[in-house]
Nanobody
Framework: QVQFVESGGGLVQPGGSLRLSCAAS????????MGWYRQVPGRKRELVAS???????NIENSGKGRFTISKDNAKNMVYLQMNNLQPEDTAIYYC????????WGQGTQVTVSS
């Protein structure tokens, strides 16, 4: 059974940083495009960043220049480093396979506020 467990969220002041972690289990994701997503209540879940099997990354405009996605294939982990966080980054953050349909995890709450 595929499962994603996100962690690392919290309350941070504007300009602060957080590193999110995603533990994937149930299969080997080393050859799968993985993504970080976020969702604000009442709005659609949106893609934030993705990383390919070879390690190529894409950061959506919302996080460009501030977010970095990485992975550790040996540990089946995916990470999202977020710098210079702003209030508009407040959301629940999730990870999942980019092009496959797996159930979503619980996510991790990120709140940016002074």
């Amino acid at each position: 059974q595929v499962q994603f467990v996100e962690s690392g969220g919290g309350l941070v002041q504007p300009g602060g940083s957080l590193r999110l972690s995603c533990a994937a289990s149930g299969r080997d994701f080393s050859s799968t495009v993985m993504g970080w997503y976020r969702q604000v209540p009442g709005r659609k879940r949106e893609l934030v960043a993705s990383i390919t099997a070879s390690g190529s990354t894409n950061i959506e405009n919302s996080g460009k220049g501030r977010f970095t996605i990485s992975k550790d294939n040996a540990k089946n982990m995916v990470y999202l480093q977020m710098n210079n966080l702003q209030p508009e980054d407040t959301a629940i953050y999730y990870c999942n396979a980019r092009w496959l349909s797996f159930s979503w995890g619980q996510g991790t709450q990120v709140t940016v506020s002074s």
